[in-house]
């Protein structure tokens, strides 16, 4: 059926957080975007009149005016529920896209119960953090029927610069937890890296950036290594979601009796900084612990 259908084009972003509203901006600037929907209205309301989006006279009649709907929530239960909220007003041969971190089960479970209604879906979760998510540079990793993957080319190229088709319903997923895993274990060895190198009264920015030019140079270095130093813990990816991401992640790997070191230990120090209150703040905010096993002062030395 899909191969007959047109490229979309009239998406409603529902979800409008750190990552949904930027997203939101991106389509609208590609002339993609028909609405946006949240939970809170009031945010919903402020980002429509922001890019002057049509009113509608209620919600059935946006999601019935859509081919498109992005999704972008916290949990696999949020995302349950709005689905059951909007599906039935879809029109058959509309498309559900998943940018959340879900299941990988959760994701195949919505693809059956969509298709029941001749409504595609594809899970489509994302990498590159808050500011990939303003750039439009984001890394997506898509699980669908191939056919339908193509008639979303225009809108996965108008939020990400590296779109990827992974294979069928619930591959984008599992290879979202492959990268979770590898999200916490560098946040695991650059937080305590540089708490020993605090450890060491070492000239923090100097470190920063001959570390960088060389081997041990990653990402998560450059862009939150001198925030963390200075206890700048405000943006960026918040550390309670990271916590989430790992708990599917060990549900997996329970489910086929493994397990992983990274995993666990992640979890376990994610969890004493929520339980401390500290659930908002950056991933890079792991580092408070990691000072606390050297035993750090965290008096550093910039000369």
Same mark, same amino acid.
């Given at each position: 059926?899909?191969?007959?259908?047109?490229?979309?084009?009239?998406?409603?972003?529902?979800?409008?957080?750190?990552?949904?509203?930027?997203?939101?901006?991106?389509?609208?600037?590609?002339?993609?975007?028909?609405?946006?929907?949240?939970?809170?209205?009031?945010?919903?309301?402020?980002?429509?009149?922001?890019?002057?989006?049509?009113?509608?006279?209620?919600?059935?009649?946006?999601?019935?005016?859509?081919?498109?709907?992005?999704?972008?929530?916290?949990?696999?239960?949020?995302?349950?529920?709005?689905?059951?909220?909007?599906?039935?007003?879809?029109?058959?041969?509309?498309?559900?896209?998943?940018?959340?971190?879900?299941?990988?089960?959760?994701?195949?479970?919505?693809?059956?119960?969509?298709?029941?209604?001749?409504?595609?879906?594809?899970?489509?979760?994302?990498?590159?953090?808050?500011?990939?998510?303003?750039?439009?540079?984001?890394?997506?990793?898509?699980?669908?029927?191939?056919?339908?993957?193509?008639?979303?080319?225009?809108?996965?190229?108008?939020?990400?610069?590296?779109?990827?088709?992974?294979?069928?319903?619930?591959?984008?997923?599992?290879?979202?937890?492959?990268?979770?895993?590898?999200?916490?274990?560098?946040?695991?060895?650059?937080?305590?890296?540089?708490?020993?190198?605090?450890?060491?009264?070492?000239?923090?920015?100097?470190?920063? #950036?001959?570390?960088?030019?060389?081997? =041990? &140079?990653?990402?998560? $270095?450059?862009?939150?290594? @001198?925030?963390?130093? +200075?206890? *700048?813990?405000?943006?960026?990816?918040?550390?309670?979601?990271?916590?989430?991401?790992?708990?599917?992640?060990?549900?997996?790997?329970?489910?086929?009796?493994?397990?992983?070191?990274?995993?666990?230990?992640?979890?376990? #120090?994610?969890?004493?900084?929520?339980? =401390? &209150?500290?659930?908002? $703040?950056?991933?890079?905010? @792991?580092?408070?612990? +990691?000072? *606390?096993?050297?035993?750090?002062?965290?008096?550093?030395?910039?000369?």
């Amino acid at each position: 059926m899909s191969e007959n259908l047109p490229k979309l084009s009239q998406v409603i972003v529902y979800g409008l957080g750190a990552m949904g509203r930027p997203i939101g901006r991106n389509l609208h600037q590609h002339d993609l975007l028909l609405g946006v929907k949240n939970r809170t209205q009031g945010i919903a309301t402020g980002l429509s009149s922001e890019l002057n989006l049509d009113d509608f006279e209620d919600d059935e009649h946006m999601f019935a005016q859509a081919d498109c709907v992005l999704t972008c929530v916290s949990a696999d239960e949020d995302l349950i529920t709005i689905v059951e909220e909007f599906k039935g007003w879809l029109k058959p041969g509309s498309v559900v896209i998943d940018c959340s971190t879900v299941c990988a089960s959760t994701a195949k479970q919505l693809a059956e119960d969509l298709s029941k209604l001749a409504i595609g879906f594809m899970d489509a979760p994302v990498s590159g953090g808050v500011e990939g998510a303003k750039k439009g540079t984001l890394s997506v990793m898509v699980g669908a029927d191939l056919a339908t993957y193509k008639r979303a080319d225009d809108l996965f190229h108008s939020i990400g610069s590296q779109v990827t088709y992974m294979g069928k319903v619930g591959q984008g997923q599992a290879t979202k937890a492959v990268n979770q895993v590898l999200v916490a274990g560098v946040a695991q060895a650059v937080t305590e890296a540089l708490a020993y190198a605090e450890k060491c009264k070492l000239p923090m920015a100097k470190v920063i #950036e001959v570390l960088s030019a060389g081997a =041990a &140079g990653n990402w998560f $270095l450059e862009k939150r290594g @001198l925030t963390m130093t +200075k206890n *700048e813990f405000a943006k960026g990816f918040k550390l309670s979601l990271l916590h989430k991401d790992l708990k599917i992640i060990q549900d997996s790997l329970n489910d086929i009796n493994e397990q992983s070191q990274i995993v666990n230990r992640g979890i376990k #120090e994610y969890a004493e900084l929520i339980e =401390a &209150g500290d659930g908002d $703040l950056d991933i890079s905010a @792991l580092i408070k612990i +990691k000072r *606390e096993q050297f035993h750090n002062d965290n008096e550093v030395e910039e000369e």
